[in-house]
């Protein structure tokens, strides 16, 4: 009952005052990668620790209440003691939290994988009447004035250029623009995307998992953009950014560009700073604890009880 | 697949210009100018054009008659807006170079650029 109250603590702890706390850092903005790690840690270890302190409500009244039972009744009575008694219904209602919540993140995340693959295909079929397989670009271009640039991830990754995008952009920034887009295709930054996408679809209500949602798609941009301007100019390179989305429509409805687009631009253009090797470390050991958290927690309780002399149950068997 | 949609372009170039009911046959004959390719892989690649809504076809005895259904204009424009829509309801499907944005946030961006380059022309002298 504890481990089930502490675990239920540390999600709604996480789901609201930890993504605030990493929505204001600005640290992810100087070491991308560790930022979508975070993100991607804080949002799956709040699901898990749902489903744990489920299974913790569960767990005492099935498998320890059967077969175990029998073998190690005193054992039984001491892991029912540090998990707590809990009734039929507690019990009942812990399975059922714990299966509905993987559930329903299952089906979002396959939901959101099987749409996403067949959108691609269907853009893909749409584009081979009209787009030119460009060979010195490695790139799919459109003849159009509109200045898109954008990739289409999987397998067989492209990169697609409209003819407007190759107007506005010198051979220095084009080279920079298709380096972002490889970038993206080689590091699979469609599946972070993807991830948090489905996972704010099955909870639409935590705000960890929207700002989760949103962050991490800005971080994978930052993580592209740092990716092409490695040996280039970034000022230039914003100029490119800021050129193609003046040659665009603008948008008629909410966008969803503006301040994402904006916070690139300043990074760009400000003097660069990675995040040092040391907070870089210290950071992906948070990340880790972060993600182990609820795991010890849902299991300190059995470990304590394998402590007790009259209890020598092997606990690793049982978590 | 490079193959063929290379030769949807090849066939949709001809009948966005030629801009009539055309059968199978005559983009057949044309395309064989400069190429050797079978009735029926012309027959299939317009056959899928037809399914993915670029052309229309009416019979015409016992072979359709293809026409394009739109501009190739309209066609691309209705394409692009589709790759950098921005709504609330989208997949992870593509990966955008930089979303789309209304003017007010276009000037601000344009703005923050502008500020740097000076800020950089200042320091240098």
């Given at each position: 009952m504890i481990a089930a109250g502490l675990l239920a603590g540390c999600a709604v702890f996480a789901a609201t005052v930890g993504g605030w706390l990493l929505c204001r850092a600005r640290w992810p903005q100087r070491a991308p990668v560790l930022g979508i790690a975070a993100w991607q840690a804080l949002s799956l270890s709040t699901v898990l620790a749902v489903v744990l302190a489920g299974l913790v409500l569960a767990v005492p009244r099935s498998a320890l209440g059967g077969g175990l039972a029998e073998l190690v009744q005193s054992c039984v009575w001491a892991l029912r003691a540090q998990y707590g008694p809990v009734g039929p219904l507690v019990g009942a209602a812990g399975a059922a939290l714990a299966g509905g919540v993987s559930a329903r993140a299952g089906w979002c995340l396959v939901a959101e994988l099987v749409a996403s693959v067949r959108a691609r295909r269907r853009h893909a079929a749409l584009l081979a009447p009209i787009a030119r397989t460009d060979q010195r670009l490695q790139a799919l271009v459109v003849p159009h004035q509109t200045t898109a640039a954008y990739c289409l991830p999987g397998p067989a990754g492209r990169v697609v250029l409209t003819t407007g995008a190759l107007a506005v952009l010198d051979a220095h920034q084009l080279g920079c623009v298709l380096g972002h887009e490889r970038a993206h295709l080689r590091w699979r930054h469609h599946l972070p995307v993807g991830l948090a996408r489905a996972l704010h679809r099955a909870f639409p209500g935590v705000p960890l998992l929207r700002h989760a949602d949103q962050q991490i798609a800005e971080l994978v941009e930052m993580l592209a953009d740092d990716a092409a301007t490695k040996h280039g100019d970034r000022h230039s390179y914003a100029a490119a950014l800021v050129a193609l989305v003046e040659g665009?429509?603008?948008?008629?409805?909410?966008?969803?560009?503006g301040p994402a687009a904006l916070a690139r631009v300043r990074r760009l253009v400000a003097p660069h700073r990675p995040l040092g090797m040391l907070r870089r470390s210290v950071t992906a050991l948070a990340i880790l604890a972060l993600l182990a958290l609820p795991v010890a927690v849902a299991a300190t309780p059995a470990f304590v009880a394998a402590q007790l002399p009259y209890c020598p149950v092997d606990v690793t068997g049982l978590t | 697949m490079r193959q063929l949609g290379e030769l949807e372009t090849a066939v949709m170039d001809r009948l966005w210009s030629w801009d009539r009911p055309t059968s199978v046959r005559e983009v057949l004959d044309d395309l064989n100018r400069e190429r050797d390719l079978a009735y029926t892989t012309v027959m299939t690649v317009m056959d899928n054009l037809h399914r993915k809504g670029l052309l229309a076809r009416d019979r015409d005895g016992r072979a359709y008659r293809y026409r394009p259904t739109g501009s190739r204009e309209e066609y691309t424009a209705e394409l692009m807006e589709a790759a950098l829509a921005t709504g609330?309801?989208?997949?992870?499907a593509l990966l955008r170079f930089v979303d789309r944005m209304d003017r007010a946030e276009v000037a601000a961006l344009r703005k923050a650029l502008e500020a740097a380059g000076r800020r950089k022309k200042g320091s240098r002298q």
């Open positions: 665009a429509a603008p948008a008629r409805a909410l966008a969803a560009g | 609330g309801d989208r997949t992870a």
